[in-house]
Each structure stands twice: as structure tokens, then as C-alpha cells.
């Protein structure tokens, strides 16, 4: 049986592998042996976006995001213009080299000087004070295969 993790899971457990190269959202086949995640593949076509990010918090906290879900400020959720709603993403502050992952759930930021506005949660992982310059590296949607019992 295959499993699908949580955003909140995914996040945490992407968390850890953050020397990912940029890739698609689109997932591939399972390979590996199960409860083994995928690792984040290239996509040669794909490049990094680099920017000022935001972020926004407690004002919108249980609103209707986007994607239909209510924004959590302690997830590691964000907003983009244009990215395919459920993309993961990479962001790494260019001043301070700290970097999350986060899936996209929303459509922002409002402001046009800028390309990403992360949730509370994802900008307190990077330290950010207001507004960071960025790099956005766009990851493969993580997977997890678990084997529930005998075939």
C-alpha cells in the first residue's frame, strides 16, 4: 500500500535532506525499498528564482488559502504568483545561508518587489527579521512507500 506523508510530515522529514537540487513538482515512480523517501531530482529546465520574500502570520490564521486549506502560521506552507499550488520548495536566505522547505498552498505575495511570502513558522526557521532576499529552488514533491503487510 502506498502512503502519502502529511504536509506537516513531508516538511519535516524533506527538512532534513535540504542539499536537494532544484527539480520538478511532479513525482515520479516509487523506487527503493519501503519507507525510504525520494530524493529530489534535477530538472535541468528549471531554474532558481531570486528575490525578497515576506511573510505573513497570525492576521490570516484559519482563512481560506488557495488551495482550499486554512493557513496555519506554524506550518511551512508559503505563497507564489505563479507555482503550481502543492509545489515544494526550497528557500535559502542569501544573507544568513539558512534554508527551509516549504509547500506551496496559497497565491501572493501582494507586494510586486517581491516573489515569495512564507508562512510565520517557515520564516522563523530562517531568522528572518522582515523582508530577506531569497533563492527559491523548486524540489520534487516527496513520497514515502510503506509496506503495510505481505503482498
Same mark, same amino acid.
Given at each position: 500500500?502506498?502512503? $502519502? ?5 513531508? &516538511? ?13 513538482? *511532479?513525482? =515520479?515512480?516509487?523506487?527503493? *525499498?519501503?519507507?525510504?523517501?525520494? =530524493? ?9 528564482? $531570486? ?14 488559502? &488557495?488551495?482550499? =486549506?486554512?493557513? @496555519? ?15 515544494? %520548495?526550497? $528557500?535559502? @536566505?542569501?544573507? *544568513?545561508?539558512?534554508? %527551509? ?5 496559497? #497565491?501572493?505575495?501582494?507586494?510586486? !518587489? #517581491?516573489?515569495? @511570502? ?13 523582508? @530577506? #532576499? %531569497?533563492?527559491?529552488? $523548486? ?6 512507500? =510503506? !509496506?503495510?503487510?505481505?503482498?
Amino acid at each position: 500500500m502506498l502512503r $502519502v506523508l502529511s504536509p506537516m510530515a513531508a &516538511a519535516l522529514l524533506f527538512a532534513t535532506s535540504l542539499g536537494a537540487a532544484p527539480g520538478n513538482s *511532479t513525482p =515520479e515512480s516509487l523506487q527503493g *525499498t519501503p519507507g525510504q523517501t525520494q =530524493e529530489a531530482k534535477p530538472t535541468p529546465t528549471r531554474k532558481a528564482q $531570486v528575490g525578497t520574500a515576506s511573510w505573513y502570520g497570525r492576521i490570516f490564521q484559519h482563512k481560506k488559502t &488557495a488551495s482550499g =486549506e486554512p493557513y @496555519d502560521m506554524f506550518q511551512f506552507t508559503a505563497a507564489h504568483r505563479s507555482l503550481p499550488l502543492g509545489s515544494w %520548495v526550497k $528557500v535559502t @536566505d542569501l544573507t *544568513t545561508d539558512r534554508s %527551509v522547505v516549504v509547500r506551496i498552498n496559497d #497565491r501572493g505575495p501582494i507586494g510586486r !518587489n #517581491r516573489i515569495i @511570502d512564507l508562512s510565520f513558522g517557515a520564516a522563523k526557521m530562517l531568522a528572518m527579521k522582515g523582508l @530577506d #532576499r %531569497v533563492r527559491l529552488d $523548486v524540489l520534487q514533491t516527496p513520497v514515502m512507500a =510503506e !509496506n503495510l503487510g505481505p503482498h
